[in-house]
């Protein structure tokens, strides 16, 4: 899974990573340190609050595999959503995870026990002093408990720290023409980087590889040019 983004300089953004906690889905009535799962078609601002105000124990956003599938109108909801993501500070953690079956089939399941279950869970189930006639009442619910699927989401490794000394490193370079600085200009770019709510996970984040490898190519041929005065560009 891929977690959501943090800026390390303003307070914006996941400031937390850990992750070990049941699973449900935004359907469940309390939402209180559980794993609430979202598929993208689902996702709505209003669930996303929903999951906040009621301190989830971390949000899971389920993209999907083939995001050309995807309906336009979700696509554009989520791209207007996505800058308040990035500006709001939470210390929820929040992970955008690329569906498959195995990933469908808990949601499914999750799912089906956050409607019919509600907020219940193995140990929210009180069982008060009830007689024999009341415990009619109390087996659909126990019977429930005992036999659906519950799932523990849980990550792996330490609690990750903010950088404070971090740099981005831009290179660029400049070739003066014969004639002096009232000469039109070129300017030949291409970017290495992509930057979204998860940034390893924003459509075309590492596709410009073949845009560096020219752009350092076209660098590598000028300076061979520019080595000798009669190869200037005039």
Not at 127 to 156: K, R
Not at 178 to 202: C, K, Q, R
Not at 226 to 231: E, L, P, W
Request: proline share 5%; glycine share 6%; net charge negative.
């Amino acid at each position: 899974m891929e977690a959501c983004s943090c800026d390390p300089v303003s307070p914006t953004g996941t400031r937390n990573a850990v992750l070990n906690t049941e699973a449900r889905t935004v359907d469940a009535d309390v939402l209180s340190r559980r794993c609430v799962l979202m598929r993208l078609l689902d996702f709505s601002y209003e669930h996303y609050q929903k999951a906040l105000r009621q301190s989830a124990g971390a949000v899971v956003i389920i993209l999907p595999r083939a995001m050309a599938a995807v309906p336009q109108d979700v696509v554009r909801q989520f791209m207007e959503i996505e800058p308040e993501m990035l500006a709001m500070e939470t210390v929820v953690p929040v992970y955008f995870a690329v569906e498959d079956e195995a990933l469908l089939s808990i949601y499914e399941q999750t799912q089906a026990a956050s409607a019919s279950q509600g907020s219940a869970s193995a140990a929210e189930v009180s069982t008060p002093a009830v007689g024999p006639s009341d415990s009619s009442l109390l087996s659909p619910v126990l019977l429930h408990t005992a036999t659906a699927n519950g799932f523990q989401m849980v990550t792996s490794g330490a609690q990750s720290q903010a950088v404070s000394d971090w740099l981005i490193t831009s290179v660029e370079g400049r070739l003066t023409g014969l004639g002096g600085e009232d000469l039109p200009t070129i300017v030949i770019v291409a970017h290495y980087d992509a930057f979204g709510v998860a940034p390893w996970l924003s459509l075309g984040a590492d596709s410009n590889g073949s845009g560096i490898s020219v752009l350092l190519e076209l660098a590598r041929l000028f300076s061979r040019l520019y080595t000798y005065k009669r190869t200037h560009a005039a």
